[in-house]
T-cell receptor, first 113, second 113 residues
Framework: DQQVKQNSPSLSVQEGRISILNCDYT??????FLWYKKYPAEGPTFLIS?????DKNEDGRFTVFLNKSAKHLSLHIVPSQPGDSAVYFC????????????FGKGTKLTVNP | DTAVSQTPKYLVTQMGNDKSIKCEQN?????MYWYKQDSKKFLKIMFS???????INETVPNRFSPKSPDKAHLNLHINSLELGDSAVYFC????????????FGPGTRLTVL
């Protein structure tokens, strides 16, 4: 039973444009959400997180939006750069932090020069 | 300096063998994890240890046994390897504070023939 779903396995955008990666969750107990980025042959690296008490968190080119009523979050990357090409994992936790994470399957982002 | 390291990076072995994967973190973190990423790309938590104590033990066959000799190390021993054990195994670590993120190692690709 997938509690965290990333329904788009891949996304391709042009350099300089906005990349929007989506994530849906089913467990209403989730209260902390994270995005990880993964390059081939490397481990996931933390990108940005958001607590359920907020609906937006911004860090440079990366913004995460949370819509609790829709159980949906999204990651916006503006402007997209070729170095952003990677697999992006959405993760959620019901512990108020990153203690026990449930991951989605990932979305492969390709940013074309 | 590598924050979370795993050895070996690749492991190819025959069914029925016993093998170990080692993980070390030099971040001074209190909690360490093992994750499995299977062929469907799901990243699922297997175990977590906090200060050498087992905290999380997901539904994992008892052929898998984690061992934490000290706070900086969490090894994974697998007995009687099966074809379905083929996956990428990631180690991660995290400080005690709830909002601290998990830092992942580069992964160990295990192939059981």
């Amino acid at each position: 039973d997938q509690q965290v779903k990333q329904n788009s396995p891949s996304l391709s955008v042009q350099e300089g444009r906005i990349s929007i990666l989506n994530c849906d969750y089913t467990n209403s107990m989730f209260d902390y959400f994270l995005w990880y980025k993964k390059y081939p042959a490397e481990g996931p690296t933390f990108l940005i997180s958001i607590s359920s008490i907020k609906d937006k968190n911004e860090d440079g080119r990366f913004t995460v939006f949370l819509n609790k009523s829709a159980k949906h979050l999204s990651l916006h990357i503006v402007p997209s750069q070729p170095g952003d090409s990677a697999v992006y994992f959405c993760a959620a936790s019901a512990t108020g932090g990153s203690e026990k994470l449930v991951f989605g399957k990932g979305t492969k982002l390709t940013v074309n020069p | 300096d590598t924050a979370v390291s795993q050895t070996p990076k690749y492991l190819v072995t025959q069914m029925g063998n016993d093998k170990s994967i080692k993980c070390e973190q030099n971040l001074g973190h209190d909690t360490m994890y093992w994750y499995k990423q299977d062929s469907k790309k799901f990243l699922k938590i297997m175990f977590s240890y906090n200060n050498k104590e087992l905290i999380i033990n997901e539904t994992v066959p008892n052929r898998f046994s984690p061992k934490s000799p000290d706070k900086a190390h969490l090894n994974l021993h697998i007995n009687s390897l099966e074809l379905g054990d083929s996956a990428v195994y990631f180690c991660a670590s995290r400080r005690e504070a709830s909002e601290d993120t998990q830092y992942f190692g580069p992964g160990t690709r295990l192939t059981v023939l």
